[in-house]
């Protein structure tokens, strides 16, 4: 067997749904999974193609009305030139990232990844024989990574940069001139842009989003990772999208045609539903989610010293443990578990995202849970104080 570590995120919330099952409560702040109905027009177009009676194998690129809905959304968001060919429909985000760094990164060429980063990269990149490379932003209460930050640690075999804006776990949303300077940068010492912006849909605060796809100059070096799962809702439907020159995403296809075959059609028609109606599916999710912020951070500032700020965007809150009042330890990991396995709140370790001292919530849960969950982890690190006092 490969030597494969499993998603912390996905472990955490397998543990959680085996708790769940055997009848327990439990709070959960892992699973970057908004908890909400999907949108009747998501639904509609799901219904419309299951009762059609036959489920043939899809287009393995993603059928041909889904790609042009999703290049005609990125172009509205973005004023970008994306057309079908551009698109490449896959199974989630995550199978996107994926089949970017399997097809394309060759052993032993470095990708550079901004930290705190989100989980997957780093092994994903391991996978294809690749080497990650952990380029660390400052805490200084921006997050953001810079070309200065970056620069230090390139080195002849940089080939790629994974750019995760809007970002998990630390929510920081990148202005037009800071997305610029790192596309400027990129085209500099020739490395391709592999721009995550899963949580596009997810931003809080003016000025909002700012698409790679905004700057045709760099069309040629970026690749675009899309995704129905965050911005509207859709986590378990499996569809995602990697936008790019046409000829990459050819490439990209031929690894679909050996590994997933393409994406379920009920799904890809679901995306359809959402994309035909992307204004109104978004700003369903959005509104949701901007309120469930809101109130983690309110009822967070009644419980804890601090001190934390609401995010720009995205699902998560990275905390560090002092601002929860726990002080006798930075070790991220043993805190998550014995709040996991004594007091059934699931956490994710900042050490999953590269950073110790730090654990990550989500808000995707509905508020009466936020609520609880807070307060039920407000008492047990009361419990844990008076244990190490
Ligand atoms: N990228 C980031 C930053 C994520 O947080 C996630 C999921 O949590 C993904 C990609 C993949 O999402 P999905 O495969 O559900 O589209």
């Not at 400052?138 to 994974?162: C, N, Q």
């Not at 610029?180 to 931003?203: H, N, P, Q, R, W």
Request: with cysteine; proline share 5%; charged share 20%.
């Amino acid at each position: 067997m490969k030597a494969l570590s499993s998603s912390a995120t996905v472990s955490i919330n397998e543990l959680v749904t085996k708790k769940k099952t055997s009848g327990e409560r439990i709070y959960n702040f892992a699973a970057g999974d908004p908890v909400l109905r999907n949108h009747p027009s998501i639904t509609r177009r799901a219904v419309q193609q299951a009762e059609k009676g036959f489920c043939p194998y899809p287009p393995v690129e993603g059928v041909p009305e889904l790609r042009t809905l999703t290049a005609q959304w990125i172009n509205a968001g973005s004023a970008a030139q994306y057309s079908k060919e551009n698109v490449l429909v896959t199974c989630g985000g995550k199978f996107a990232i994926f089949s970017i760094i399997y097809t394309l990164v060759q052993p032993h060429e470095e990708v550079l990844i901004p930290s705190p980063y989100w989980v997957s990269y780093p092994e994903i990149v391991r996978m294809a024989g690749g080497t990650p490379v952990v380029v660390p932003c400052s805490s200084d209460g921006s997050w953001k990574v810079t070309a200065a930050d970056l620069v230090k640690h390139l080195t002849e075999k940089s080939k790629f940069l994974i750019f995760n804006n809007a970002c998990n776990p630390t929510g920081v949303l990148y202005s037009r001139q800071e997305v610029e300077e790192i596309l400027t940068f990129a085209k500099k010492y020739g490395l391709t842009v592999i721009s995550d912006e899963v949580y596009s849909g997810l931003a809080y605060e003016a000025p909002g989003f700012v698409s790679c796809g905004s700057f045709p100059e760099y069309r040629e070096r970026v690749l675009i990772v899309q995704s129905c799962s965050k911005n509207f809702g859709m986590t378990g439907w499996r569809v995602g999208f990697v936008l790019g020159p046409a000829e990459v995403i050819s490439k990209l296809a031929v690894l679909q045609t050996q590994s997933t075959t393409g994406v379920s059609l009920i799904s890809q028609w679901a995306a359809v539903g959402a994309l035909e109606n992307a204004d109104e599916v978004n700003a369903y999710v959005n509104s949701a989610m901007r309120k469930r912020r809101d109130l983690f951070f309110n009822t967070f500032r009644s419980l804890f010293p601090g001190p934390v700020a609401p995010v720009q965007s995205a699902l998560y809150a990275f905390v560090p443990l002092s601002s929860m009042g726990i002080h006798h330890t930075r070790d991220s990991v043993a805190v998550a578990e014995r709040l996991m396995v004594a007091d059934n709140i699931a956490l994710i370790p900042g050490k999953a995202f590269g950073l110790e001292g730090y654990v990550r919530f989500t808000f995707a849960d509905v508020e009466e849970n936020i609520e609880q969950g807070l307060r039920a982890l407000r008492q047990a690190i009361e419990r844990l104080g008076s244990v190490h006092e």
